[in-house]
């Protein structure tokens, strides 16, 4: 079993929020593939990065979860490319991480 865990901004590099209509559309699609999503909205994450010496970039996020059997590399993938397209970023986060079911 695997963990499959999407870092989704709310907002754009130049601050804007994103609709709510886009992180619908992603949930129902999970949901439409996996029967199932976990996701965390209501406390925004907030990621904190250095880009070289400059001062830190802060990033505020939401998480979605989905427990899959098989990891599917390929299709994962295509899905963090056509989010890096939707959310208009240069890089999305889509990490697996294997669980034992306890």
């Known amino acids: 079993?695997?963990?499959i865990q999407l870092l989704l901004p709310l907002c754009d590099n130049d601050g804007h929020p994103f609709?709510?209509?886009i992180y619908l559309r992603v949930r129902d699609e999970l949901t439409e593939q996996f029967g199932g999503i976990t996701t965390y909205v209501r406390s925004p994450a907030e990621g904190l990065w250095k880009e070289g010496s400059s001062d830190a970039?802060?990033?505020e996020i939401v998480i979605y979860e989905v427990m899959v059997k098989e990891l599917d590399r390929a299709w994962w993938k295509g899905l963090r490319e056509r989010l890096e397209r939707l959310f208009r970023q240069e890089s999305i986060i889509v990490r697996a991480i294997p669980?034992?079911?306890l």
């Open 99 to 101: 669980m034992d079911m």
């Open 57 to 59: 970039v802060k990033d």
């Open 1 to 3: 079993m695997n963990l």
């Open 19 to 21: 609709p709510q209509s």
